[in-house]
């Protein structure tokens, strides 16, 4: 099997099918990175470009990671040491990149659209690092495989994400990729936070938080994304901590094992609290693991499976 698309730009695109392959592939990969000898041959002789024009410390590292494991050889280029800073347009790096032939450019941007653009430009594969406050997909393939891992499952669950959801990417592509595969997705904010009519992308939507912790199986707390706010959307970090901070009195709301995400970095006190973030039904840590497992499937999907076809 393998996904008959060029590139992972986003969630929204792939069917309940193709989430389902990725999440099986990805659990198949999993046991790679327990060996003393983390690694398999299926991707030598390709080459994976990470181009990041935002920071990370989590995704950027994962892909690397997962593009070795695979015995592919991995490029990162750092934007403020590249000549984007001396003005290359993302056409002229772009078609640059493909003269030296990669098989893949994972990418990361703060423009919404820019890795679409991008795969218009290379023939090569392109993967969406996260573009703006549009998508993350590698992002919320991970979320579901740490949640299907611990659950068993993700139809019938309830799946409440709270904070920041207008800036979010995270959360976009969490809502798009929970419901296509039959879960109940309701996000909580600040009502500055909440984008009107984000029902319209098939979830519930409330500026009651605890209203959306009742009976939940997973809350995925978001960090603020100051980065993308041109001004203050609370009055307080304080005051937004009271509201719609995560802490184990709150948590009392869900169901009694639900189990806490949060895709870092996490902001200690103000989203959630250390007691939760470091407590026992938290999965932040499965989910940087299983994000090696999630890219090693993605390269394997749109590289590996290709070429033996
Ligand atoms: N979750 C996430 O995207 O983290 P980084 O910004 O560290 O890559």
Not at 95 to 110: F, G, T, Y
Not at 129 to 136: N, P
Request: aromatic fraction near 4%; hydrophobic fraction near 40%; proline fraction near 5%.
């Amino acid at each position: 099997m393998r996904l008959k698309r060029k590139d992972l730009l986003g969630i929204e695109e792939l069917s309940a099918e193709e989430i389902t392959l990725i999440l099986t592939t990805a659990e198949s990969f999993r046991e790679v990175s327990e060996r003393e000898i983390k690694k398999v041959p299926t991707l030598r002789g390709r080459t994976v470009i990470n181009l990041f024009y935002e920071p990370s410390t989590r995704t950027r590292t994962s892909f690397e990671i997962a593009a070795k494991r695979m015995s592919a050889d991995a490029v990162n280029i750092s934007v403020s040491a590249s000549s984007v800073v001396k003005g290359e347009t993302l056409k002229d790096t772009a078609r640059n990149l493909e003269a030296m032939r990669p098989d893949c450019i994972v990418i990361r941007h703060a423009s919404a659209g820019t890795p679409h653009m991008l795969a218009g430009y290379v023939g090569c594969s392109v993967i969406n690092a996260g573009d703006g406050a549009h998508e993350h997909p590698s992002q919320a393939l991970l979320d579901m495989l740490t949640v299907k891992e611990k659950k068993g499952r993700i139809e019938g669950l309830k799946v409440a994400i709270i904070g920041d959801i207008t800036h979010s990417r995270v959360a976009r592509s969490n809502i798009y990729g929970f419901t296509r595969l039959g879960a109940s997705v309701t996000v909580a904010g600040p009502p500055t936070m909440l984008p009107p009519g984000i029902e319209a992308l098939g979830c519930k939507a409330t500026t009651n938080m605890e209203a959306a912790l009742k009976d939940t199986d997973v809350v995925m707390m978001l960090r603020i994304q100051l980065e993308r706010q041109k001004e203050s959307f609370f009055p307080t970090i304080r005051e937004y901590s009271r509201l719609y901070g995560l802490n184990e009195e709150k948590l009392r709301k869900a169901k009694p094992d639900a189990v806490i995400l949060h895709p870092g970095p996490i902001n200690r006190g103000v989203e959630i609290s250390s007691e939760v973030a470091d407590g026992p039904y938290s999965l932040i840590l499965d989910q940087v693991t299983n994000g090696v497992a999630v890219r090693m499937a993605v390269f394997y999907l749109l590289l590996g499976a290709a070429r033996e076809e």
